[in-house]
């Protein structure tokens, strides 16, 4: 059996985005930007996937731009919010995904910003009252926080934090890139300033995003070279891709209740078969539905010999996951997530994470063998 549980990376493509893209690959090949009739064609392609990926968040297609990703939304999102709002504070967690932290770290490096980091609890829950003490005790801030996090899936409370930065007039900027699609984002009624997507996430196409901009906040262009998206992104746009996210966006709020209902039971599921089948499992971020990522559970195995061999073994026995361990030293490479949160580094950790297409047969068989490397590295 060979089982997928790594899609927190990336999904498998939805046959009905697959069968969209190839029709406008197969009959729209004009370029967007030119004035005949067949860069018309595409321009309205991608007029009508910027309306229906506005009205599926309650926003105005205006503020809508189209990217290569989440990395590229959430760098623009930040390098030009901070210098084109003269912000010399930001407030990130340590949890941030790289694209937001690096970042932000770069630009504490050459001298643009101060960098605060809001506390975080040891299951990655933000600390609310910290954050508020950091707004109160600086002037207009930066503020980067994901709704879901990546490795260890525990939520933000992006309502209560936006109220906050909205209270101390901060600009917030939220990174959606795991939780676009699974769950639905009312724009009209978030205080949110900027937010972003990564089609892949979601069962769309890779190399395809956007960037939500509010109105209220102005920014120039990161990349310069043409008029494209209103003057704010120069490239001849990724028609392909920008129709097959609009179409995976537009699925997934369809479907959304459905898939939520049954991926969280297959993640239920799995919590109480390890529970019962590999003694000592923990694991890691919050598991309650109401906390948690229905698709990601990042699971904490004991100690065992070889350990660092977990992933291969479950490779070879056809599993795709993710793992990690907290960094055991400021020189060792391991998940700065798990690090945050104080995660003990000689347990291995691996993320499964999952999709409408998993099933149970799956779970079983994975626990059955991660029961059996678990006895035999015991």
Do not use: W
Request: glycine residues 8%.
């Amino acid at each position: 059996m060979r089982v997928y549980f790594d899609n927190a990376a990336t999904t498998p493509l939805d046959p009905e985005v697959l069968q969209t893209m190839y029709k406008v690959m197969e009959t729209n090949y004009g370029n967007p930007s030119s004035i005949h009739g067949h860069g018309r064609e595409s321009r309205t392609l991608i007029e009508k996937a910027r309306k229906t990926v506005a009205g599926l968040l309650h926003t105005s297609p205006a503020e809508i731009f189209f990217t290569s990703g989440g990395t590229e939304a959430d760098n623009t999102a930040i390098r030009c919010g901070i210098a084109d709002n003269n912000i010399q504070h930001a407030i990130t967690s340590r949890l941030e995904h790289h694209a937001v932290i690096h970042t932000l770290e770069a630009m504490e490096k050459a001298g643009a910003i101060k960098l605060s980091f809001v506390d975080v609890d040891s299951k990655g829950n933000i600390d609310y009252g910290h954050l508020e003490a950091l707004l109160q005790n600086n002037t207009r801030s930066f503020v980067s926080l994901m709704h879901a996090n990546n490795e260890i899936g525990t939520l933000t409370d992006i309502a209560r934090a936006g109220d906050l930065c909205e209270q101390y007039n901060a600009i917030f900027h939220c990174d959606t890139v795991q939780a676009m699609g699974h769950y639905a984002h009312d724009l009209s009624k978030l205080k949110i300033h900027f937010m972003v997507c990564a089609a892949h996430k979601l069962h769309g196409p890779k190399g395809v995003g956007f960037l939500h901009v509010n109105h209220k906040i102005k920014i120039k262009p990161m990349i310069y070279g043409g008029s494209q998206e209103r003057n704010m992104r120069g490239g001849t746009e990724n028609l392909y891709g920008i129709v097959g996210l609009a179409k995976a966006l537009e699925i997934a709020y369809a479907e959304m209740e459905e898939h939520r209902h049954y991926i969280q039971g297959l993640k239920t599921y799995m919590i109480e078969q390890l529970r019962e089948k590999v003694a000592g499992v923990d694991f890691n971020g919050e598991i309650d539905p109401d906390k948690s990522l229905y698709t990601v559970l990042n699971v904490s195995f004991p100690e065992m010999e070889m350990a660092d061999m977990l992933l291969f073994n479950l490779d070879i026995a056809g599993i795709s996951a993710s793992g990690g361990s907290a960094c055991s030293s400021g020189t060792d490479i391991g998940s700065h997530v798990l690090a945050a949160i104080g995660a003990n580094p000689l347990r291995p950790s691996v993320r499964f994470s999952f999709s409408k297409y998993n099933t149970k047969e799956e779970i079983d068989y994975t626990v059955a063998k991660l029961r059996e490397l678990c006895l035999v590295n015991a």
